[in-house]
């Protein structure tokens, strides 16, 4: 499952309302503050993986599309929260997720504690 994934430690909040609207309030500050780079082209490839992970993911509590500043290094996230990773084999994996998914530049990270994929995509 997790051969193709990074993986890493977080802690899941104490407050996950909290923790909802922080994410959302950075989110829309980033995307103001560099709306050059959020551009239509890099929403439009957002949109796509969203519907990859989505249409990969048929067991999941829900999907989360997140922008950040990261220091300039802008970069936007779409987060599954608690997937089911579905069992298929290898080539079907690598068809319907992982190859579409390496086109597009996406990096793939796990989120161990908070057993969450998050998929990084690159301004």
């Known amino acids: 499952m997790l051969d193709e994934a990074d993986t890493i430690n977080t ?5 996950g309302y909290a923790a909802r609207i922080d994410a959302m ?4 500050s980033a995307f103001i503050e560099h709306a050059d780079k959020f551009d239509s082209a890099h ?3 957002v ?9 990969f993911f ?3 509590r829900d999907i989360y599309v997140n922008h950040r500043a990261n220091r300039g290094k802008c970069f936007s996230v779409v987060k599954v929260d608690k997937p089911n990773f579905p069992r298929t084999n290898t ?4 068809a ?3 190859g579409p998914l390496a086109a597009l ?13 998050l998929f990084r995509i690159p301004t």
């Open 11 to 15: 802690h899941k909040s104490s407050n």
């Open 25 to 28: 309030v950075r989110s829309q």
């Open 43 to 45: 929403l439009a490839v």
């Open 47 to 55: 949109e796509e993986v969203r519907d990859i992970v989505n249409s």
């Open 58 to 60: 048929t067991v999941k």
């Open 91 to 94: 080539a079907a994996k690598q």
């Open 96 to 98: 319907a997720f992982y």
């Open 105 to 117: 530049g996406v990096e793939i990270v796990f989120s161990k504690n908070t057993n969450s994929y």
